[in-house]
Each structure stands twice: as structure tokens, then as C-alpha cells.
């Protein structure tokens, strides 16, 4: 089970962007964002650990990871979402969540996408926090 050393080999809780890996397409850091008629499949680690803690689903990832962050910091029901606990947390520690894109799809297969990926994250023990994990 990833996070307790066994198939990564690091100490227990960490994670780095191999355990990940499979068909990364990574977009960078900047404003760049997927082709016309395609999504990408996001993943927001822990960005002391590297452990997978939420997988979405955005055809903007730089703007996505903003309103993770904000909706944390509001007082709207958005914010008692398990994502946005853990995002609060972070903040509350000095740190923000780090996003990394998995992959990418059209329109039509981003869903069955973002579920593969939860199942594959979930399959190596990944402990997630989206709340519907039984796509």
C-alpha cells in the first residue's frame, strides 16, 4: 500500500511523482492550459509528502487550483467539502496543496477518466478526499 513504504520504498507517508506516474501529461506552471475540446485530470498533493489527496477534473488547472484555495477560505457550504478542510489545514500550517495534471481527454471522456484515475489512486492506497469515491 503506498504510504507505508512498501511499494515505494521512501519512509512512511511520502510519496513522489513516479507512484504517479503511468501517462502523466504534466501542462507546467504557467497560464497554459489543454487544447480546445479537452480536460485535464488533476491531481492536489500534499506538497510536504507528495500523497495524493484529491482528483478532479478542469479544462483550466491554474485557475481550478485558485478556487480550491478560495472556496477553503469562504464561509459557504463549498467549504465544508473534505477538500477544502484539508486545503484550510494546509494554510493554516503556512503551506497550499500542489497540483499536478495526470492526464488529458475530450469533453466526452473526461468523467470516465477522472474515475480511473480515483480507482487507479485509490487501488495503491491512496487515501483521497473526494467525496464520491464509488464513480
Not at 83 to 91: D, H, N, Q
Request: hydrophobic share 35%; glycine share 8%; proline share 4%.
Amino acid at each position: 500500500m503506498i504510504g507505508d513504504g512498501e511499494m515505494t520504498g521512501r519512509r512512511q507517508g511520502t510519496f513522489s511523482d513516479e507512484d504517479y506516474r503511468g501517462s502523466v501529461s504534466e501542462l507546467g506552471n504557467d497560464d497554459q492550459e489543454v487544447s480546445r475540446g479537452s480536460n485535464s485530470v488533476y491531481v492536489l498533493l500534499h506538497p510536504a509528502t507528495r500523497e495524493p489527496r484529491y482528483v478532479g477534473k478542469t479544462a483550466f488547472p491554474s485557475l481550478r487550483l485558485r478556487e480550491h484555495i478560495s472556496t477553503a477560505r469562504s464561509k459557504g457550504f463549498e467549504s465544508l467539502r473534505p477538500v477544502s478542510l484539508w486545503v484550510r489545514e494546509l494554510a493554516d500550517e503556512g503551506l497550499l496543496p500542489e497540483m499536478m495534471v495526470i492526464s488529458t481527454a475530450s469533453t466526452d471522456d473526461i468523467s470516465a477518466t477522472e474515475r480511473f484515475w480515483i480507482r487507479e489512486i485509490c487501488s495503491k492506497g491512496g487515501r483521497l478526499l473526494n467525496i464520491r469515491l464509488n464513480h
